[in-house]
């Protein structure tokens, strides 16, 4: 029986943030008060969340956006609906959904949803698969399609495709006909960005590994760059990138000195992506296209590693260490 309609309990477990700082200050509490949701909003039974980078960014304060203190982080993920506001359309309680976004954070054993960031979960993934869909392929396709203009026929080179945002990039170029390169830092990333798409991986620790692919490119470059870490490799990028190619920044750490000659002798394209920025068509677009990607069943999300609620600092730990991704990693309550 739901927790809210059987009985008396109004609160539930959730991570909560009181200060900006380390992964240290992710602390589990045990009587939040479960949120209500409004007109268009939904109330989910959190089954799992995913981790994602930017999670850490805005938990240490160096993110442009600071929620209000105290709140609970995350933007993905996947469990039952429980309750939906009066204006809800689409969703039901009962429905397995994953979010792309939440109001109250994901974090927790129920997060309040708006309709436009939630989707329904296909009963052929898992709540932990469907915590790995939000931020990483919706990220992957808007890159891919709507930031590069990508064309089927054309090769894309997945820069750090070993992660959640990688391996979606891998699976969704590969289904949508494009020639596939990708790049890990150990021999069983490599093997993971294989089995998930890639035509070919190249080890980016390896002396010579961007010869390798402008070889396998016959000397042209590839049409498309994603960037996981622009910091570390934009100017190989440049370098490497085809004439009239397109680069997309998905995440960098740091800053970097390039020259724009770069830019000129390629006439290349550098831009960036920010998924929140979406329109609503760009919305309606990646909904559909991911939709068709769980009932073609090409679109599988990867589970590296799975901690309990309570083991949030270790995740946001386990995703910033300088080790290569291995998939993506979720929380589970």
């Excluded at 989910?44 to 609970?72: K, Q, W």
């Excluded at 390629?266 to 919305?283: A, H, N």
Aim: contains cysteine; charged residues 20%.
């Amino acid at each position: 029986m739901s927790v809210l309609r059987g009985a008396a309990r109004a609160v539930m477990k959730a991570i909560r943030v009181t200060e900006f700082g380390g992964p240290e200050v992710l602390k589990i509490e045990a009587k939040v008060p479960i949120p209500n949701p409004e007109d268009h909003q939904i109330l989910v039974r959190v089954h799992a969340s995913g981790i994602n980078p930017v999670d850490t960014y805005i938990r240490s304060g160096t993110h442009n956006i600071r929620p209000a203190l105290p709140f609970t982080p995350g933007m993905d993920s996947a469990g039952v609906v429980e309750k939906v506001g009066k204006a809800v359309t689409h969703f039901k309680p009962g429905d397995r959904v994953y979010s792309v976004r939440t109001v109250t954070g994901a974090y927790a054993e129920y997060a309040v949803v708006e309709e436009p960031y939630v989707a329904h979960l296909h009963k052929s993934l898992s709540f932990e698969q469907g915590a790995g869909i939000g931020v990483p392929y919706y990220t992957a396709y808007r890159s891919l399609i709507l930031r590069a203009n990508g064309k089927p026929g054309e090769t894309v080179l997945i820069h750090g495709a070993s992660g959640g945002v990688g391996i979606a990039a891998c699976q969704i170029a590969r289904a949508l006909g494009f020639t596939v390169l990708g790049t890990a830092g150990t021999t069983e990333g490599i093997e993971l960005v294989l089995k998930n798409g890639a035509h070919k991986a190249f080890n980016h620790r390896e002396k010579g590994y961007l010869s390798k692919i402008t070889d396998a490119t016959n000397g042209q470059g590839p049409d498309i760059i994603l960037e996981m870490l622009a910091n570390v490799n934009l100017e190989n990028d440049l370098n490497l990138i085809k004439t009239r190619g397109r680069i997309v920044n998905i995440g960098s750490r740091g800053t970097i000195q390039i020259s724009p000659r770069f830019t000129m002798g390629k006439e290349c394209v550098v831009t960036g992506v920010m998924l929140m920025t979406s329109s609503p068509t760009d919305w309606a677009q990646m909904h559909g296209a991911l939709r068709a990607g769980m009932e073609q069943g090409w679109l599988k999300p990867y589970i590296g590693t799975s901690y309990p609620l309570e083991q949030a600092s270790q995740s946001h730990t386990e995703i910033m260490k300088d080790s290569g991704h291995k998939g993506k990693i979720i929380l589970k309550s």
